[in-house]
């Protein structure tokens, strides 16, 4: 079995910052993307960040040039650095990941959330 542990969030104000880990550990083979939702009360879940294998970014519009998404291949292990944080970055923040338990099986898992809150 895969597991996704977070860590980070919290509460911080306006025009501060946080930083998200985020480590897979269990019957792994290789990990493809890995990447970072979140989802507002009333909302959606919507993709923040995701990072390739070969360390290929996408960012959603609303946070380019605040965050920054790196991974670590040893570690298996993701992580968003938040910069420059609004109140419209509360989220419960989720961390994913595609990750192969085989050579052909690719399975989609998640973490189990942290809140993040930008608040003064």
């Known amino acids: 079995q895969v597991q996704l542990v977070e860590s980070g969030g919290g509460l911080v104000q306006p025009g501060g910052f946080l930083s998200l880990s985020c480590a897979a550990s269990?019957?792994?083979?290789?990990?493809?993307?890995m990447g970072w939702y979140r989802q507002a009360p009333g909302k959606q879940r919507e993709l923040v960040a995701s990072?390739?294998?070969?360390?290929?970014?996408t960012y959603a519009e609303s946070v380019k040039g605040r965050f920054t998404i790196s991974r670590d291949n040893a570690k298996n292990a993701v992580y968003l650095q938040m910069n420059s944080l609004e109140p419209e970055d509360t989220a419960v923040y989720y961390c994913?990941?595609?990750?192969?338990?085989?050579?052909?099986?690719?399975?989609?898992?998640w973490g189990q959330g942290t809140q993040v809150t930008v608040s003064s």
């Open positions: 994913h990941a595609q990750i192969y338990t085989s050579l052909i099986t690719r399975v989609n898992f």
């Open positions: 269990g019957s792994i083979f290789r990990i493809a993307d």
């Open positions: 990072i390739l294998s070969g360390d290929s970014t």
